[in-house]
């Protein structure tokens, strides 16, 4: 008898202790106020295939940059400055880069949208039409003529991650 009350007494002390441990280190990770900031991944690896080429580049251009957008995404709104800063260069106005913006929503509003923020591009495809996939909005992918990936990033590019853009396109127009 006194076996299985020790037994009984020692599984009761174990499961109390564990339950403690468990409480502080739960406390300690998710009760901190630390932020650790990383980069989201990037949603297509270079080298993989774009989808739905021929609806992104109808014209052939020599690169292509596809912003995954929706109207109702703040981060997106906030990032048009750069976005007109892009489509202004000359190179993309003169087609060596086509600029082509993959929708969450309808077509019709995402140009309504766009027309409000004074970006024009010339396609708007929803992202269902050609199967094309993002996990979160903004979503850049820069690709060549062909629709090689040769770079993507999502979220809200800080300063680093908007010259690494602007490099990256200039890389793939002077390919040309």
């Known amino acids: 008898m006194k076996t299985s009350h020790f ?23 998710l009760g901190s106020t630390e932020r650790v900031e990383a980069a989201p991944p990037a949603p297509y690896a270079p080298g993989a295939s774009l989808p739905g080429i021929a609806k992104l580049n109808p014209q052939g251009a020599a690169g292509i940059l596809v912003l995954g957008l929706s109207n109702r995404c703040r981060f997106c709104t906030e990032s048009m ?3 007109r800063r892009i489509a202004a260069h000359p190179k993309v106005s003169s087609a060596d880069l086509q600029i082509s913006v993959v929708s969450v929503e309808p077509e019709r509003p995402m140009r309504e949208y766009l027309s409000r923020q004074a970006l024009n591009v010339s396609v708007v495809v929803p992202m ?15 690709a060549d003529g062909a629709g090689k990936v040769v770079a993507s990033w999502e979220g809200l590019l800080d300063a680093e991650r908007e010259q690494d853009v602007l490099r990256r396109v200039a890389d793939v127009l002077d390919r040309r």
């Open 81 to 83: 400055e750069f976005y």
């Open 128 to 142: 269902l039409d050609i199967g094309f996939t993002m996990s979160g909005t903004p979503t850049l992918v820069l």
């Open 7 to 29: 037994l009984e007494r020692a599984g009761q002390i174990t499961f109390i202790v564990m339950c403690a441990v468990v409480t502080a280190v739960g406390i300690k990770y």
